[in-house]
């Protein structure tokens, strides 16, 4: 599509229309890859940050929706993020904040999977650029904004100028990746508090608001992880007739 010469009914039309799955050995083979990329230290360290960026703009959601003042996002290199929210310090808004980090990639992988087992690849891709621009206006970091800005970049690149089979391979290699990664930063989490390196984790943060145990709290976000990685392994892998043929 003619970038300069796009009218307004055709970009929605492009955007909220269906597209064909890729092929299987295309699905599979950035399945391979996304896990991959969890599994790898080195990749990893660079590919958590979109991990984070999902984390912490699950915190910025929630804050937003139970009514509390947004001051803004910090991404740092090391892969870490920090929201930072006013309200008050306790009660049902703080404690679905705090819950919100952890469980926001798994869920958000489990509705990317849904997007695209409906064919609706496009609109997962500019879906996720809307996000992306939402939690730009908040990013008070430099390193933060060049994060967002250059994963945009990306998802914006391959949704307007990649054809259909790319479309399709990098939609899935996102759903892939959110899916399998959602587990690590909580085995990470878990590692740390049992080696007292995360006095202030969001489930320690829990088990201060709620009274309920930080271990419970790994539990339903490690949990919520499983779950939603089988159910989008449900959606996202080609059925039997595909593969045959």
């Known amino acids: 599509m003619d970038v300069d010469n796009v009218s307004i ?19 599979i083979g950035v399945g391979v890859i996304a896990l991959g990329a969890v599994l790898h230290a080195p990749t990893w360290h660079v590919a958590r ?9 699950g915190h910025a959601l929630i804050a ?9 996002i910090k991404l740092h290199s090391d892969t870490s993020g920090v929201t930072v929210s006013r309200g008050k310090p306790h009660g049902p808004g703080m404690v679905f904040t705090a819950m919100a ?3 926001t990639p798994p869920l958000l992988g489990l509705f990317f999977a849904l997007l695209i087992a409906d064919n609706r690849i496009t609109l ?38 990649g054809g259909a089979k790319i479309q ?11 899916l399998f990664a959602a ?7 878990q590692r740390m508090r049992s080696r007292r390196m995360a006095p202030t984790s969001d489930a320690d943060q829990l088990a201060h608001l709620t009274g309920v ?28 007739s595909v593969l045959s043929g």
Not at 136 to 145: K, V
Not at 183 to 189: D, F, N, T
Not at 217 to 227: C, D, Y
Request: hydrophobic share 60%.
């Open 183 to 189: 587990a690590r930063p909580v085995i990470e989490l």
């Open 213 to 240: 145990p930080g271990m419970a709290w790994v539990t339903l976000f490690g949990g919520t992880a499983l779950v939603a990685l089988v159910l989008g392994v449900l959606l996202l892998i080609p059925d039997s």
């Open 168 to 178: 399709g391979g990098f939609a899935y290699l996102a759903a892939w990746f959110l």
């Open 124 to 161: 997962m891709l500019w879906f996720s650029l809307a996000l992306l621009a939402a939690m730009l206006i908040m990013i008070r970091n430099a390193y933060g904004a060049l994060s967002v800005v250059a994963t945009g970049a990306i998802i914006f690149a391959v949704s307007w100028f």
């Open 64 to 72: 937003l929706i139970t009514g509390r003042k947004l001051d803004g």
């Open 101 to 103: 980090g952890y469980l």
């Open 9 to 27: 009914s055709e970009l929605w039309d492009r955007v909220t229309g269906t597209q064909p799955a890729p092929p299987w050995w295309l699905i």
């Open 49 to 57: 940050n979109v991990v984070t960026i999902a984390h912490e703009g």
